[in-house]
């Protein structure tokens, strides 16, 4: 393939590209997302390459791997161009018959479709199933009809054309211009708006000015970012090539965590594929503009998602940050002005590009413009990716798009902004999200993570985990979090495992407010939030925690114990067969009984109990009832009927 | 490691002080762990001190400076599996293997890791074992998948 010389060249490509493919012909598009992957969408793939071969319809049906749609849940997901059916939770054995019957046949098989849980009625079309009905997915929606590994079919559905727009017919000005009007705020958790700190690289007198994506998205339960990237890196290309010509920057880095391979391998090749079209490198479609890209791995260390200790990770050092008298856009990657947005940010720069400011903004709340991707996960039904305009209420989200609880249960809190951000419960869901809204309640909109937790996890548990993982993630530079957040630990640790005493609120919150005040880095600044969010809202379990040494959620593994209700075990067996550590005694016909001694309180006997039975019980807070003498254990219908 | 190996990956990256990372991460998937005599050479190579090497090596989660077992066990503990019940999945490995995070057993026969999130979270909580994603554990189905490695 040739180098395209100008924006004209691009255009007839892409003529050329389409003319070569017949859109009557089918084509399978298979989310090969880590989700998928997971569930076994890699032996899918392989099934439909084999059964095409073995049909001999390899000249007219196309397969491909794609990115994450983002509905995780009902895995591995297939969906069927052109008539766009989506077929769900596919398996290798039911690829023979999805080309028999409706490759060959045209017809469509209703067990594979989705089946909403309230109608009962089946979606044939992707977009007719509930979980993407309520969405708007303006980047995330070509993730499932690209083939992650080719540019041409990036480049088909009119990718680069933003590029050739802005550099065939728009200033650097310009472009910055229409950035600072979309009001587009950074997707990776602070919001700062991406236009302003744009200017501030581009007015900066150093000659020499980088752009990085952010792609050490390292929130636990967030994977917005890696969909994007394994799935559609061009995309994010194309924004960072936009962001360098808008501030003059002629040398670019992808910042990319290195628990994610794939997304490493996508964009080494997506480089590869741009530079070898004339999208990348020296006189980009001969506008005179030259830019480079180079790829960095990260190491594991959730702190260099800030800015600053990322651009020291990047100079090959330790990433620790360093204090923002200067901000980075103006002395940032080896003291030089440095515009690091994340990759959702980026990849909403060509839209903006191609579609411009006020069709940006017509979508979002007064601060909050476009749409923000989620993920979704945790104790819901649906959990997955989904993309929404900002300002739809949580509640929506979660019932609407999620589908709610599953299993019966209730809810309890939404989790948003990774480990630095807050619950809120129950009362706050109609909040709309956008950037100062989740902010005023105590969040964050942080990058995106949305765990959903249901009336079984425990809150002051919840605040342990994350203020572990940031005790563990704190670089240990300054004091406030390095020692702060290690005593908070501590302190929080001993709560739930029925060690707390009164005052330990008293201390905790003292401890929060000097990491908030004292810290040198966001980390360490908004590591609290998870303690003070749960205490805002919840303090009811701490309290029941400290005073009662009851854990209401019947989750802390030392204030719990299981045990059998004689009246309603049946002798089946069931808890003693699966018990790890042996700890249930009985036999044929006689009542079961826990050693509390052994029993780890690992729960399998709960969960194992037959649910028509349902003798296993979780109590906290009280003694656990003396077991029945040895006399009355055996189990005779006679005995029973008298009890009842 | 060989000498040779640690050379040519050193100049894949041009022999540049700031790819320090990068070639540590490529020693590393290249030998599974970090022997001293390669970040010797290492530091000899780039002119980078041994103390700023070991500084990188432990501040960073991917760098190990001890051997690998044969089965590497990462027990995701990400939020959504965290609610989901990662816990009991990581203690019951714990109880199979004897041997907590980070650490690998005598016989080099596991080693385990906790890992921050997987990405695949619909199938939590999970447990991946040589990159193999097992999801939706439970206590029995964790010690069950742990007996068919050798």
């Known amino acids: 393939m040739a180098r395209l010389n100008t924006p004209e060249e691009l255009l007839t490509f892409r003529q050329e590209i389409l003319s070569r493919r017949d859109p009557n012909n089918p084509c399978i598009s298979i989310c090969a997302g880590a989700g998928c992957v997971a569930s076994g969408a890699d032996e899918v793939i392989e099934a439909f390459g084999r059964e095409i071969e073995k049909q001999g319809l390899a000249a007219t049906v196309t397969t491909k791997g794609t990115g994450c749609p983002g509905f995780c849940e009902r895995g591995p997901v297939v969906v069927i161009y052109p008539e766009e059916i989506c077929y769900l939770q596919v398996k290798a054995e039911d690829v023979p018959e999805i080309i028999e019957k409706t490759i060959k046949e045209k017809k469509v098989i209703d067990r594979l479709l989705f089946e909403d849980p309230a109608t009962g009625e089946k979606a044939v079309k992707e977009s007719d199933i509930s979980f993407y009905k309520a969405q708007e997915r303006t980047v995330l929606c070509n993730n499932i009809k690209i083939d992650s590994k080719s540019i041409d079919d990036y480049i088909s559905l009119g990718g680069y054309s933003a590029l050739a727009k802005a550099l065939g017919g728009m200033s650097d000005l310009e472009v910055l211009e229409e950035v600072k009007k979309s009001n587009l705020r950074g997707r990776g958790g602070a919001g700062f708006p991406a236009g302003r700190k744009w200017e501030g690289s581009r007015n900066a007198p150093e000659p020499i000015k980088y752009v990085i994506v952010n792609a050490d998205e390292g929130d636990p339960g967030a994977f917005m970012d890696r969909a994007l990237l394994e799935g559609n890196p061009h995309s994010i290309l194309e924004g960072l090539i936009i962001g360098g010509y808008a501030i003059a920057s002629h040398e670019g880095y992808f910042y990319v965590r290195q628990e994610y391979p794939l997304a490493v391998e996508n964009i080494h090749l997506a480089i590869k594929q741009a530079e070898a079209y004339g999208l990348l490198g020296e006189n980009i479609l001969g506008s005179g503009f030259d830019f480079k890209v180079v790829v960095h791995q990260g190491a594991g260390a959730f702190v260099c998602g800030e800015s600053t200790a990322l651009m020291t990770s990047l100079e090959g050092r330790a990433g620790e940050p360093r204090p923002k008298y200067v901000r980075s856009n103006i002395k940032g990657l080896w003291n030089r002005p440095s515009v690091l947005n994340n990759v959702e940010t980026w990849a909403n720069v060509p839209l903006i590009i191609n579609k411009g400011a006020d069709w940006f903004t017509s979508v979002g709340t007064d601060s909050s413009k476009g749409t923000k991707i989620f993920s979704l996960v945790g104790k819901i039904t649906n959990t997955g990716l989904v993309e929404v305009p900002m300002g739809m209420s949580l509640r929506d989200i979660i019932y609407k798009i999620g589908g709610g609880i599953p299993e019966g249960k209730k809810f309890k809190a939404v989790q948003t902004g990774g480990p630095s951000g807050g619950c809120i419960p129950e009362n706050l869901l109609d909040l709309q999200v956008g950037f100062d809204e989740l902010t005023k309640a105590g969040s964050m909109m942080g990058s995106g993570g949305m765990i959903v937790m249901d009336e079984d996890t425990c809150m002051v548990d919840v605040a342990r985990y994350f203020i572990n993982f940031l005790t563990d993630e704190s670089c240990g530079k300054c004091v406030p979090c390095r020692e702060g957040l290690r005593q908070m630990h501590r302190i929080l640790t001993n709560i739930t495992r029925g060690k707390g005493k009164k005052g330990d609120i008293e201390i905790l919150e003292e401890l929060s407010e000097t990491a908030v005040e004292a810290s040198l880095c966001a980390l360490g600044k908004s590591a609290p939030n998870p303690f003070l969010s749960t205490l805002k809202y919840f303090r009811d379990e701490y309290e029941a925690h400290i005073n009662e040494n009851r854990c209401p959620a019947l989750s802390c593994k030392e204030l719990i114990a299981f045990c059998i209700d004689p009246e309603k075990c049946t002798a089946c067996g069931m808890c003693r067969k699966k018990c790890p550590v042996e700890a249930i005694d009985g036999e044929k016909k006689i009542i079961h009984i826990i050693d509390q001694e052994k029993c780890t309180r690992c729960g399998t006997c709960f969960e194992v109990c037959p649910a028509k039975f349902g003798a296993v019980t979780k109590i906290s807070g009280e003694p656990v009832p003396d077991p029945v003498p040895e006399g009355e254990r055996t189990i005779t219908k006679k005995s029973r009927k008298e009890s009842k | ?150």
């Not at chain 2, 999130?117 to 199938?123: F, K, Q, R, S, V």
Request: with cysteine; net charge neutral; charged share 25%.
């Open chain 2, 1 to 150: 490691m060989e000498i040779d190996k640690i050379d040519q990956i050193i100049d894949k990256h041009n022999g540049e002080a700031s790819s320090l990372l990068q070639i540590m991460l490529d020693i590393q998937s290249e030998n599974s762990w970090l022997p001293k005599e390669a970040l010797g050479r290492v530091s000899e190579k780039l002119n980078v001190p041994l103390n700023r090497i070991q500084h990188i090596a432990t501040f960073y989660k991917a760098f190990s400076l001890v051997p690998k077992g044969r089965h590497k066990v990462h027990i995701c503990v990400g939020t959504a599996c965290h609610v989901r019940g990662a816990t009991r999945i990581l203690d019951t490995v714990e109880e199979a293997t004897g041997i907590k995070p980070g650490e690998t057993d005598l016989d080099m026969k596991f080693s385990l890791e906790t890992v921050n999130c997987l990405g695949c979270c619909a199938l939590g909580p999970v447990m991946e074992v040589n990159g193999k994603v097992h999801g939706k554990m439970s206590p029995v189905k964790t010690s069950q998948a742990l007996k068919t490695y050798e």
